[in-house]
């Protein structure tokens, strides 16, 4: 067992509010002493996306087991944590209801105080997990399968949002673009795959603009034209280039995507920029904020790719600072499907 000096915090952290099953040892908020994730994506391909009534019943399954593995990776034992946090919302309720009983049972069960984490305020921490120089304030783009926010992140845990998005999630936008050209699900990571043998400048997709907050997203009318675009060739029987299709797709979300963040950061005066959620692991995306961030005179952190996407090391480092700040729940604590950032 590894030394546990009272001053050393370990938290168990659980997440379970997509279609990952995950739990993580973390040490003091940014070493993770284990990471498991056993992902149902297999099992949601058949149906195109995720069914939730399927990620429940694989949630109930597999997450005595995920603990279990994520305390032996970390070498650890139950009664080693300082405190049990979990993902408490937003996600699929009947997903985030498993992790959040689960978290309840063991820590009722072993005597340890519980900790409810909003899982953007998790995405957001996977920052800190290997850039231990990064502190707030800095501003976050966070782009997600539900959600696409741009924040000032002030605190550890304090948000203010200055943009959001007016309809589609950046992720969501790429799963329908995907599923129309026939990539399949996930579409994220097809699309990204496709896109390295394709010319971004093949086709123009239009650049959504959005009325009165310049921060503000919009992804339906890209979409749209995306999926415009697809049946006019399907009429006239053109065949379409999915490499160029989706180099073209991404290049125009990317560009929407990086321009509002740089400028952000430049208007509200932060020097600091970084990315969280599963878009984040988008190739075209690090790279075009890495050279706009640096042309920019901006210092960019992103996540490992594994820490990108849905994960319980993000929750047990978004747990740590609740802790250090006194945050407990309650034994009444409940899942929130429709949790709002900034909300306890
Ligand atoms: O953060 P996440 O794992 O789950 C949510 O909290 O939503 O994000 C999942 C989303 C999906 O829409 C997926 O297609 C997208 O992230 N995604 C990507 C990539 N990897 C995952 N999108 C673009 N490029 C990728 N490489
Ligand atoms: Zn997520």
């Known amino acids: 067992m590894k030394g546990n000096d009272m001053e050393d915090v370990y938290i168990l952290a659980i997440e379970s509010s997509c279609d990952e099953t995950a739990a993580a040892v973390v040490k003091n908020g940014r070493t993770v002493l284990s990471n498991i994730i056993s992902s149902q994506i297999a099992l949601h391909t058949m149906f195109g996306g995720v069914v939730p009534e399927i990620a429940s019943r694989k949630h109930i399954e597999k997450i005595n087991q ?14 080693d944590m300082t405190a049990i946090a979990v993902t408490y919302g937003p996600g699929l309720i009947g997903a985030l209801l498993v992790g959040v009983a689960e978290a309840k049972a063991i820590a009722y069960a072993a005597k340890k105080p519980l900790i409810g984490v909003h899982h953007i305020e998790g995405h957001v921490s996977a920052n800190f997990i290997e850039n231990p120089d990064l502190e707030p304030p800095f501003v976050c783009l966070i782009v997600s399968g539900g959600h696409t926010h741009l924040v000032i992140v002030r605190d550890y845990g304090e948000f203010s949002i200055i943009g959001r998005t007016r309809d589609d999630a950046a992720g969501e936008a790429f799963d329908k673009v995907a599923r129309a050209v026939g990539l399949g699900y996930p579409g994220g990571p097809k699309i990204d795959r496709a896109a390295r043998d394709g010319n971004p400048g093949a086709m123009t997709f239009p650049r959504a603009k959005v009325g009165d907050n310049p921060y503000d997203f919009s992804f339906s009318g890209l979409k749209s034209a995306v ?3 697809i049946n006019h060739a399907k009429m006239t029987g053109e065949e379409i280039c999915v490499p160029d299709l989706a180099a073209s797709f991404q ?3 990317v560009e929407v995507l990086v321009s509002r963040t740089v400028e952000a950061a430049k208007e509200y ?8 959620g599963g878009v984040a692991s988008n190739t075209a995306l690090r790279e075009a904020m890495q050279h706009a961030c640096m042309d920019a005179g901006l210092s960019f952190y992103y996540p490992s790719p594994v820490f990108c996407t849905d994960n ?12 250090r700040k006194g945050v407990r729940a309650g034994w009444d604590l409940n899942a929130v499907a429709n949790l709002r950032l900034g909300e306890r």
């Open 66 to 79: 995920v603990i279990e593995d994520a305390l032996k990776g970390a070498d650890m034992k139950l009664e």
């Open 227 to 229: 999926l415009n675009y």
């Open 251 to 253: 290049n125009a979300v």
């Open 269 to 276: 005066g932060f020097s600091k920029v970084a990315i969280a």
């Open 312 to 323: 319980a090391a993000m929750i047990g480092t978004a747990a740590y600072y609740e802790y």
